[in-house]
């Protein structure tokens, strides 16, 4: 049974963001990525996934992109975890914090769907939890990953 919990500790943060995103390279390779990851989750609202109550599979961070929006700054699951309802309750944990704080919308942005099989995954989830497609920037990262902006009205 997956269990999500909100962690305020600033190294259990930055420990938990290592662990994860060192065992997703697919989708997380550049090492500078990963260690901006690592060193800005310490100051956001975090919410880590447990497989039991010692072992985290995954974790969501968020951030404030305006007065009334907040963002999916990077979340990930483990792979063997993926598809089994750890996603989807890291966001629900999430989308809960967002409304509780009283946000009006969150977003996210992925690689858009049809460039990769890993990230049109990622999109089908998004899709599924509710989000809505909002617009592609095709240079906001770089030509070969062109910048799907997804939306949701959280009220």
């Known amino acids: 049974m997956i ?5 305020s500790d600033k190294n259990e943060k930055q420990r938990i963001t290592r662990v994860i995103l060192e065992a997703l390279t697919e989708w997380f390779e550049v090492e ?3 260690e901006q990851y690592i060193k800005g989750n310490a100051e956001l609202p975090f919410f880590a996934a447990y497989n039991n109550e010692e072992t985290p599979v995954g974790f969501l ?3 404030e992109t ?3 929006t907040v963002e999916i700054c990077v979340t990930g699951v483990l792979k063997e975890y993926q598809g089994k309802g750890a996603g989807r309750a890291l966001f629900e944990k999430a989308k809960e914090f967002a409304v ?5 919308f969150m977003q996210v942005k992925t690689v858009k769907m049809g460039v990769y099989d890993d990230y049109d995954a990622t999109n089908r989830f998004y899709l599924s939890v509710g989000f ?5 920037i095709e240079t906001l990262w770089d030509e070969a990953n062109p910048c799907q902006i997804y939306v949701m009205y959280l009220k």
């Open 100 to 104: 509780n704080s009283g946000y009006s």
């Open 3 to 7: 269990t999500v919990r909100e962690i």
């Open 61 to 63: 961070s968020l951030k």
């Open 132 to 136: 809505k497609e909002f617009e592609v």
């Open 32 to 34: 500078e990525s990963r």
């Open 66 to 68: 305006g007065k009334d």
